[in-house]
């Protein structure tokens, strides 16, 4: 396992843009920053830095290694902001946005739990899958379904949901099961996504991955009314195991292609600069995922 202290004294001189400074920033010697990243280098066997004279510069393995070091730096600074405040100095406005999939009634439920356990926060909490300005529209939190894109923002993993394909029994029986990915063109398929959201799934891990694509007889951003059209026959669907646990078990959704399975889908708390990394913020975050930790409790969240 790298050295911890490697790493994040390595993030330091990534983000001071030199040793020099990155010593005065830490408050420890430039040779001793400069022996633990030779050492780091040296447990790692790979170039982090490319050194001269007058600056540094990323490698190419650096600049990956770069990203988990400032992830791995920024999360000690929120435990570190966590512990340091007591619950009554936590306050002030916190501004989150939550996609209009999750359920109203639970998400209500974790913000009384969370403002009761912080007295001095007020909330602004607005459901909406609309693609939100966290700078431009004031927002502290966006909750967003992943992979997401390259940006500025800061997108701290909160729990990740397993999807499947599934279909009512009646569909299968009218129009057959597939057993192939590309028997799925042959298929009606009921889309959860936007209007951004083109009909194409991707089915399968790793190495052994493929884009399939269908018919389109339904798209909406409600897992809830997918899950009805799935059970009402309209075509195939995916769905997370949260959602659709019970309808398994009971038999009135079957399963479809078990043998290809899906990457897990990712839901993150977005955020605009760890370097400013509010304690409302980090408060907010620790405390929807210890609730959400359970596939139980995500059954509830996802309805």
């Not at 022996?35 to 510069?57: D, H, M, P, W």
């Not at 063109?185 to 951004?196: F, K, N, P, S, V």
């Not at 290809?260 to 995922?289: C, H, M």
Request: net charge neutral.
């Amino acid at each position: 396992m790298p050295d911890l202290n490697g790493m994040l004294l390595f993030a330091a001189v990534v983000r001071a843009e030199g040793f020099s400074q990155a010593a005065r920033e830490t408050g420890l010697p430039k040779s001793t920053i400069s022996r633990k990243i030779a050492q780091l280098e040296q447990e790692l066997g790979v170039r982090l830095l490319q050194r001269n004279t007058r600056s540094i510069s990323l490698t190419q393995i650096g600049a990956l290694f770069y990203q988990h070091c400032e992830n791995i730096t920024n999360e000690v600074e929120a435990a570190k902001a966590t512990i340091e405040y007591t619950h009554n100095d936590v306050s002030g406005l916190l501004r989150i946005a939550v996609p209009v999939s999750f359920n109203q009634e639970v998400i209500a439920n974790l913000c009384s739990g969370f403002m009761h356990l912080y007295p001095s926060i007020e909330l602004d909490v607005q459901f909406t899958d609309a693609e939100v300005g966290l700078v431009g529209e004031g927002y502290d939190i966006a909750i967003k379904y992943g992979p997401l894109q390259s940006s500025d923002l800061v997108a701290r993993l909160l729990f990740e949901r397993q999807p499947i394909l599934v279909a009512g029994p009646g569909y299968l029986k009218a129009r057959g099961t597939p057993a192939t990915p590309k028997d799925l063109a042959e298929h009606d398929g009921i889309l959860l996504g936007t209007l951004r959201s083109a009909p194409i799934w991707p089915l399968g891990k790793g190495n052994r991955k493929t884009m399939a694509s269908f018919r389109r007889r339904v798209r909406a951003n409600s897992s809830v009314m997918v899950k009805r059209m799935a059970l009402d026959d309209f075509g195939i669907a995916i769905l997370s195991n949260s959602v659709c646990k019970n309808e398994i078990a009971s038999g009135t959704l079957v399963p479809v292609l078990q043998e290809w399975p899906i990457e897990p889908f990712k839901v993150y708390g977005v955020y605009s600069s760890r370097r400013q990394l509010a304690t409302n913020i980090s408060v907010f975050l620790d405390f929807f995922t210890k609730r959400f930790g359970s596939q139980e409790s995500l059954q509830a969240l996802m309805m």
